[in-house]
C-alpha cells in the first residue's frame, strides 16, 4: 500500500503545481522540475512500503525521508501560492499601488523559495540515488498521479447500513433478561450492578440494549449515561450527567459555568426525588467511585430501588464498591451464537438473494466465525469487511492463511484485512486520521468532516462535493465496522455521531504511526520516539494532557495541532499549521503566533480561554473554518476575518461587536452567530446575507432581531437548516413561495408571533423538524396534506386554545413536544389522526390525563405521553432526559 500520508500530500502538491502560470523569476521552472523529480520519487513507495512491513530498517528510513521532502515541497510550493492569492485580492488602482509597495520583498521572498526549491530538489536526487542503490525502485510505476478516486468505490451504503450496536446485540437475550431483572428487583435500597468482560465482548452495546428497553424506561424516571474512560475529569462526568437531566441549562446558567461542588449538590438534589438508574461505562480504576463522590454524594440512596451500573474489564474495579453489588461477567459468543452475528454482517438478508452457493460460503463462514473465539467486536469487523468480498476463493485464502493467536492478535489480523481492503489512500488516511481523538471521545461527523477537507484527504470528484464525498467516507467505514455509529440526522437521515472502539483506536494509533500520520510525543521530555513508555497522540503533531512546550522543540514543522484540556500554553513560530482545534484551554500570546499561520485551513477554539484574534487575521487566505463556540476572547472579533475568500464555515459565540462586513462570501455554507449587542443585527448584516447565497446552514440569535431578517431567506435557495432566535414582532410570515423550498429544519423564536403561522410552514415539501416560539394567537390550524414530511413539532409559549387538525395533516410527525401552551385545557381531537406519532411530550402545561378522553386513546393506541422536565429522545442509542430547553437550540447537524 502506497504510505496515505505521503499520497495525499502529494495530490495537493500536484494541484499546487497547475497553479502556479504567473510567478516571475525563473521560479516557475523550478518548481515544475521539483514536481517531476516527487513524480519520480513517489514511484517506488509501493515497493519500499512492502519491504519496511517485512522489516527492512533502509526501506523505513528511506520512507521517512520521501515523506520529509514531499512535505517540504508542498510547504515551499503553498507559499509561492500564497502571494500570488495575495496579490490578486485588491483590484484595480488600490491593488495595483499595494503590490507595487510589496515588491521588494516579494523578490526577497521569491528569492528563498528558489534556493529552497533547489535544495529539494537536491535532496530528492540523493533520496532516488539511494533508493536505486537498495533495490527499491520500481522502474514501471513512476507516476505521482494515482489519485482518480473512482466514483463506483465510493457508493453512499447509507440506505442499507446496520447499526454496529443493532448488529452486535446478538446472543445477549439471556444475559440482558438477568441483569434487567437484577436492576428491577424489588430490594429498595441503592445498589450497583456490573458488567464485566474483556475489550471487544460487547459491554457497553449490552448495557446500551438494557437502558433503552421498554421495561427499564418504564421503571425509572431519570436515566443517566456518562462515558468514563482512563483518564477524566469527574468535573466533566458530573456535567455530562446534569446536561442529561436538565437539557443543558439550570436556572439559566450553561451546566459548563457551574463548579463540582454546585454541580454535585444539584444533581443529588434532582436524584434524591426520582427512582433514577445511571450508566457509567468503561471504568477503568477502583477509586473511580470514591472520586465521583468525593465533594458530595452524587447518588443518594432514596430507598425507591434506584441503581447505578457500570462497564468495566477489570473484577476487581466491579468488587471494590462498598455497598450492595451485582457483577455479571459477561461470557463470549458461543459457536452457533458467533455465526448468527458473523452472517448477519457478512451475508446480511438484502444481499443473500443474490449469491450463488450460498451453502458454500455458509460452510466456510462458519469457520471464520469459529476463528473469532466469540468475540463481537472481531465477528462484525470480520463479516463487515467480508461482505464487500463475496468471493468464495477470497474466504477460502482467508481461511488457510489463518493461523491460531490470541484474541488480540485475532482482532489485529481482522483489523489489517479490513484496512487493506479500503477502496483508497484517501479513505485509508481518513480512517487513520480518528487515531487523533482522545479514548471514547464522541466524534462529531460535521466537525471530522471539515477536518478532512482541511487537512486535504477528500479528493475532488464528479457530480459530487467534497462535503458529499467525505459522508460517503464515514458510511464505509460504519458498514464495515470500522467507526460506531452513535446517532444520525433526525432531518437528513446521515451520519451525525461516531466513535471508535478501543481496540480499534489502538491498532489505529499504531498504523498512523508506520503510516506517517502520527507522532508519538514523551509527556515528559517532549521526545519522539516509538519506545517511549509515557506517550500522547499527535498528528503531525496534535496532542492530548501534554505539559510543557517540549514537545514543540521535537515537531519544528508542525502541521496540525490537536488539545483537549490542556495547562495554560503559548504556540511558538509554527509557520505551517494547518489545522488547530483546541478544547478547553487558555492560549497566550496567540495573536501574536496565529497571523503568521499563512497555511492554516481549520482555526477551533472550543470552550476556550485568554485568547486574542489579531487584526491581521484576514491575511489567512486559506482558512475555511472558525469555530469558536463557547469561546469568550479577550478583545471583540476583527472585522478582517469577512476579508477571507475561501471561508466555509464560521462559529461564533457573542465575539464580534458589529456585522460583517458588506462583501460577499461566495464559498460560506454555515453561519451561526451569537450576538451580544442589539445593534449588530440591522441593515448591515441583512445586506450582507442578501450577498451570501450559498449557505446551507444559518444559525443567528440576537436580542433584537429585525422582522426583515427572515425575508432574506428568500434569496438563498440552498439553505436546509435555519433556526433565527431574537424577533421581538412577527407580524406574519413570507408566502411558503419566498422561503427556501429545501428547508429541512428551521427554528423561529419570536416574543409575538401575530398570525397562525401553520397555513404557511405547512406548504414547505422538506419540513422535516420545526420549532416555534411565541405565537399569540387563539387558534390554530393545519390543513390535509399539510406538512407531508415533517417529523418533529415543537410548540414553545404558545397562546392557543383550539388546534384544528384536518385528517391527512402530518402523515409522518412522530414526535410532538407542548411546552408552556398553558390556555390549551385539552389535547386536540385532531392529534388521534396522527398515524405515525408515538412520542407527546407536554411541559409546564396543567393538562390532567383523568379528564383528557385524546390523552387516554393516544395511549391507548401506543403512544408514549410524558409530562414534566424528562422526555425521551426517540430513536436516541445513548439514553438521557432532557428538560424544556431555554430557547430554540438550532436543530442543525452542523
Not at 103 to 121: A, C, F, M, W, Y
Not at 158 to 173: K, M, R, S, W, Y
Not at 834 to 863: A, F, I, R, Y
Request: proline share 4%; charged share 25%; net charge neutral.
Amino acid at each position: 500500500m502506497v504510505e496515505p500520508a505521503i499520497s495525499a500530500v502529494a495530490g495537493s502538491i500536484k494541484d499546487l503545481a497547475v497553479q502556479e502560470t504567473t510567478l516571475l523569476c525563473g521560479v516557475i521552472g523550478e518548481a515544475g522540475f521539483l514536481k517531476d523529480e516527487l513524480q519520480r520519487l513517489h514511484g517506488f513507495l509501493e515497493d519500499a512500503d512492502t519491504k519496511r512491513r517485512s522489516g527492512n530498517a533502509n526501506a523505513t528510513i528511506c520512507i521517512r525521508q520521501i515523506r520529509d521532502a514531499t512535505y517540504e515541497a508542498e510547504n515551499v510550493l503553498q507559499v509561492m501560492d500564497y502571494m500570488k492569492k495575495r496579490n490578486m485580492l485588491k483590484k484595480g488602482f488600490v491593488g495595483a499601488i499595494s503590490r507595487y509597495a510589496r515588491l521588494p520583498s516579494d523578490l526577497i521572498t521569491l528569492h528563498k523559495v528558489g534556493n529552497e526549491i533547489q535544495r529539494i530538489r537536491r535532496r530528492v536526487r540523493e533520496i532516488c540515488e539511494s533508493a536505486r542503490d537498495s533495490e527499491f525502485l520500481n522502474r514501471g510505476n513512476t507516476e505521482l498521479g494515482k489519485f482518480h478516486v473512482d466514483d463506483e468505490s465510493l457508493q453512499d451504503h447509507g440506505l442499507v447500513l446496520q447499526n454496529f450496536e443493532a448488529v452486535t446485540a446478538i446472543g445477549f437475550d439471556n444475559e440482558q433478561k438477568e441483569i434487567v431483572e437484577e436492576l428491577t428487583e424489588n430490594d429498595n435500597k441503592l445498589s450497583v450492578v456490573s458488567i464485566v468482560g474483556m475489550g471487544g465482548a460487547g459491554k457497553t452495546t449490552l448495557a446500551r440494549k438494557i437502558c433503552t428497553s421498554d421495561k427499564i424506561k418504564q421503571h425509572f424516571d431519570a436515566i443517566a449515561w456518562v462515558t468514563v474512560s482512563q483518564k477524566f475529569e469527574v468535573v466533566d462526568l458530573l456535567k455530562d450527567i446534569m446536561k442529561q437531566i436538565t437539557g443543558g441549562r439550570d436556572d439559566g446558567r450553561e451546566v459548563g459555568q457551574i463548579g463540582e461542588i454546585d454541580l454535585g449538590k444539584k444533581i443529588q438534589a434532582f436524584f434524591a426525588e426520582k427512582r433514577y438508574l445511571v450508566l457509567l461505562d468503561d471504568v477503568w480504576t477502583t477509586n473511580t467511585w470514591n472520586q465521583i463522590n468525593r465533594m458530595v454524594k452524587v447518588f443518594p440512596d432514596a430507598n425507591n430501588g434506584c441503581r447505578v451500573m457500570l462497564t468495566t474489564r477489570k473484577i476487581d474495579v466491579a468488587n471494590h464498591i462498598e455497598m450492595p453489588t451485582y457483577v455479571h461477567q459477561l461470557k463470549l459468543l458461543d459457536g452457533e451464537k458467533s455465526w448468527e452475528l458473523f452472517s448477519t454482517k457478512a451475508l446480511p438478508p438484502y444481499r443473500r438473494s443474490s449469491i450463488q452457493n450460498i451453502d458454500e460460503f455458509e460452510e466456510i463462514g462458519r469457520k471464520l466465525a469459529r476463528k473469532c473465539k466469540g468475540l463481537p467486536l472481531a465477528l462484525a469487523v470480520l463479516g463487515g469487511y467480508l461482505s464487500r468480498n463475496l468471493n468464495l476463493e477470497a474466504w477460502s485464502d482467508i481461511l488457510q492463511g489463518w493461523t491460531s493467536t490470541e484474541n488480540g492478535q485475532v482482532m489485529g489480523a481482522i483489523l489489517a484485512r479490513s484496512y487493506s481492503d479500503l477502496p483508497n489512500h484517501y479513505i485509508k488516511s481518513c480512517f487513520l486520521y480518528l487515531a487523533i481523538f482522545p479514548e471514547d471521545y464522541l466524534i462529531s461527523v460535521s466537525d471530522l468532516i471539515k477536518l478532512w477537507i482541511a487537512e486535504g484527504f477528500i479528493p475532488p470528484i464528479t457530480r459530487h462535493t467534497r462535503e458529499q464525498t467525505a459522508r460517503m467516507y464515514v458510511s464505509d467505514l460504519a458498514q464495515r465496522c470500522l467507526v460506531q455509529v452513535v446517532s444520525r440526522s433526525k432531518a437528513h437521515g446521515w451520519i451525525e455521531e461516531i466513535r471508535i472502539h478501543d481496540i480499534l483506536r489502538d491498532w489505529c494509533v499504531e498504523e498512523a504511526r508506520y503510516a506517517g500520520l502520527v507522532d508519538v510525543i514523551d509527556n515528559t521530555t517532549g521526545h519522539v520516539g516509538e519506545s517511549s513508555s509515557n506517550t500522547t497522540v499527535s498528528y503531525h503533531s496534535s496532542f492530548q494532557n501534554f505539559c510543557d512546550g517540549n514537545m514543540f522543540t521535537a515537531t519544528p514543522n508542525l502541521r496540525t495541532l490537536f488539545g483537549f484540556e490542556l495547562p495554560p500554553f503559548s504556540l511558538p513560530k509554527v509557520r505551517f499549521l494547518r489545522v488547530l482545534h483546541v478544547e478547553k484551554s487558555s492560549l497566550i500570546d496567540f495573536d501574536r503566533v496565529i497571523s503568521r499561520c499563512i497555511h492554516l485551513r481549520y482555526l477551533g477554539l472550543r470552550g476556550c480561554q485568554q485568547a486574542t484574534l489579531p487584526s491581521s487575521i484576514g491575511q489567512l487566505l486559506y482558512l475555511q473554518t472558525i469555530d469558536l463556540r463557547e469561546t469568550r476572547l479577550e478583545s471583540a472579533m476583527p472585522n478582517s476575518v469577512w476579508d477571507i475568500p475561501t471561508l466555509r464555515h464560521v462559529y461564533l459565540d457573542k465575539t464580534f461587536s458589529s456585522a460583517p462586513r458588506n462583501c460577499p462570501q461566495k464559498e460560506l455554507q454555515s453561519l451561526h452567530l451569537r450576538a451580544p449587542q442589539k445593534r449588530w443585527c440591522g441593515g448591515y448584516m441583512v445586506a450582507f446575507l442578501a450577498q451570501t447565497t450559498q449557505l446551507t446552514s444559518l444559525v443567528l440569535f440576537a436580542e433584537s432581531m429585525p422582522a426583515e431578517m427572515i425575508h432574506v431567506l428568500a434569496n438563498m435557495n440552498f439553505l436546509v437548516e435555519v433556526t433565527l432566535s431574537g424577533f421581538t414582532l412577527l407580524d406574519k410570515l413570507p408566502d411558503s413561495q419566498l422561503l427556501p423550498q429545501g428547508l429541512r429544519v428551521l427554528a423561529l423564536s419570536a416574543d409575538t408571533i401575530k398570525e397562525d403561522p401553520m397555513p404557511i410552514l405547512e406548504k414547505l415539501p422538506c419540513l422535516v423538524v420545526l420549532e416555534l416560539w411565541g405565537y399569540e394567537g387563539r387558534t390554530m390550524f393545519c390543513s390535509a396534506k399539510g406538512f407531508p414530511r415533517l417529523q418533529e413539532l415543537i410548540l414553545n409559549n404558545f397562546s392557543i386554545e383550539e388546534w384544528r387538525l384536518e385528517v391527512g395533516a402530518m402523515p409522518r410527525l412522530s414526535r410532538l413536544i407542548l411546552y408552556d401552551c398553558r390556555k390549551m385545557k385539552k389535547l386536540p381531537e385532531g392529534l388521534l389522526h396522527l398515524p405515525s406519532l408515538k412520542v407527546l411530550h407536554l411541559g409546564s402545561m396543567d393538562l390532567n390525563p383523568e379528564d383528557d378522553v385524546t390523552w387516554k386513546k393516544l395511549v391507548g393506541k401506543g403512544c408514549k405521553v410524558s409530562r414534566g422536565l424528562l422526555w425521551w429522545p426517540e430513536n436516541e442509542e445513548a439514553p438521557g432526559g432532557a428538560s424544556a430547553p431555554a430557547g430554540p437550540q438550532g436543530a442543525s447537524s452542523e
